[in-house]
Nanobody
Framework: QVQLVESGGGLVQPGGSLRLSCAASGFTMAYVAIGWFRQTPGKEREQVSC????????YYNDSVKGRFIISRDDAEKMAYLQMNNLKPEDTAVYHCFVPSGRLWCNVHEYDYWGQGTQVTVSS
């Protein structure tokens, strides 16, 4: 029973910061890549970031590069997304995921994801 549970979302003003957390259970997180995608009603799902196992190689969508930082703690089975300098266009439900490729982040297909946490950026 694989589970991914996100938390840390909320309402923040433009330019503010949030730190999202993802708690994993039911599998050995250290064996797989893990990442974040976001979903806005009426918009196509967008992969935000992903980090590989072992070498911790991180990837970012151009829209968030330089503002967001992904990290992982395999011992605690946690993944994080530090979001800085938030913009209104960052408003979305953020989900953490395990990709179908398991070890890799390049294929944007997902085997597992959580229920998501709402991030709203507004003044």
């Amino acid at each position: 029973q694989v589970q991914l549970v996100e938390s840390g979302g909320g309402l923040v003003q433009p330019g503010g910061s949030l730190r999202l957390s993802c708690a994993a259970s039911g599998f050995t997180m250290a064996y797989v890549a893990i990442g974040w995608f976001r979903q806005t009603p009426g918009k196509e799902r967008e992969q935000v970031s992903c980090i590989t196992p072992n070498d911790n190689r991180a990837y970012y969508n151009d829209s968030v590069k330089g503002r967001f930082i992904i990290s992982r703690d395999d011992a605690e089975k946690m993944a994080y997304l530090q979001m800085n300098n938030l913009k209104p266009e960052d408003t979305a439900v953020y989900h953490c995921f395990v990709p179908s490729g398991r070890l890799w982040c390049n294929v944007h297909e997902y085997d597992y994801w959580g229920q998501g946490t709402q991030v709203t950026v507004s003044s």
